[in-house]
Antibody, heavy 122, light 111 residues
Framework: QPQLQESGPGLVKTSETLSLTCTVS??????????WGWIRQPPGKGLEWIGS???????YYNPSLKSRVTISVDTSKNQFSLKLSSVTAADTAVYYCARQRVRGVINWFDPWGQGTLVTVSS | QSVLTQPPSVSGAPGQRVTISCTGSTSNIGAGYDVHWYQQLPGTAPKLLIYGYINRPSGVPDRFSGSKSGTSASLAITGLQAEDEADYYC???????????FGTGTKVTVL
């Protein structure tokens, strides 16, 4: 089973850009069977899909976040990254990265990283 | 703005059977897209429980089972155990959003 690990600042100032990286070990990010996704969970709330990327760079984004989100991939480092611009307190959440199976369409997430809490504050 | 609706909570005594519904629409479950289920224990990352409506990953007890009916899906837990106390989420693909969607989440309490 591959392992995924999120990394990045735990505190971001309001109106700035949140940047996180997910490092994949035990699997190649260039696998044709998978996308690689970001999901977030505000404190005490449910899960929200942010977006997913294929090793070729093809992306899917949540329409509600699309104008502020950029997901990129670095196959040489076996990493993919998330940038979320113009953050507000509403973007405070635990951010998870996960491998996403492709079967026709993007499907289930497995495994997940342990998650990283990002707090947005002025 | 989840497009998949789940009951906020369900509860049962140890050994009982509980079910969690996941109601969608004609752009996700009703369109034939698969439903998957996740278990999130307190303070941990979600874990895949069921994929493709009925399939259990290796290591998931057969006490957990999934089903589909029309524009809804269900997760059943039989022989409820204290360790099953967690939040459960369904997930599918939505063609109108061109992306993944999660359910609102259900907290399972073992009485």
């Amino acid at each position: 089973q591959p392992q995924l690990q999120e990394s990045g600042p735990g505190l971001v100032k309001t109106s700035e850009t949140l940047s996180l990286t997910c490092t994949v070990s035990g699997d190649s990010i260039s696998s044709s069977s998978y996308y690689w996704g970001w999901i977030r969970q505000p404190p005490g709330k449910g899960l929200e899909w942010i977006g997913s990327i294929y090793y070729s760079g093809n992306t899917y984004y949540n329409p509600s976040l699309k104008s502020r989100v950029t997901i990129s991939v670095d196959t040489s480092k076996n990493q993919f990254s998330l940038k979320l611009s113009s953050v507000t307190a509403a973007d405070t959440a635990v951010y998870y990265c996960a491998r996403q199976r492709v079967r026709g369409v993007i499907n289930w997430f497995d495994p997940w990283g342990q998650g990283t809490l990002v707090t947005v504050s002025s | 703005q989840s497009v998949l609706t789940q009951p906020p909570s369900v509860s049962g005594a140890p050994g009982q059977r509980v079910t969690i519904s996941c109601t969608g629409s004609t752009s996700n479950i009703g369109a034939g897209y698969d439903v998957h289920w996740y278990q999130q224990l307190p303070g941990t990352a979600p874990k895949l429980l069921i994929y493709g409506y009925i399939n259990r990953p290796s290591g998931v007890p057969d006490r957990f089972s999934g089903s589909k009916s029309g524009t809804s899906a269900s997760l059943a837990i039989t022989g409820l155990q204290a360790e099953d106390e967690a939040d459960y989420y369904c997930q599918s693909y939505d063609s109108s959003l061109s992306g993944s969607v999660f359910g609102t989440g259900t907290k399972v309490t073992v009485l």
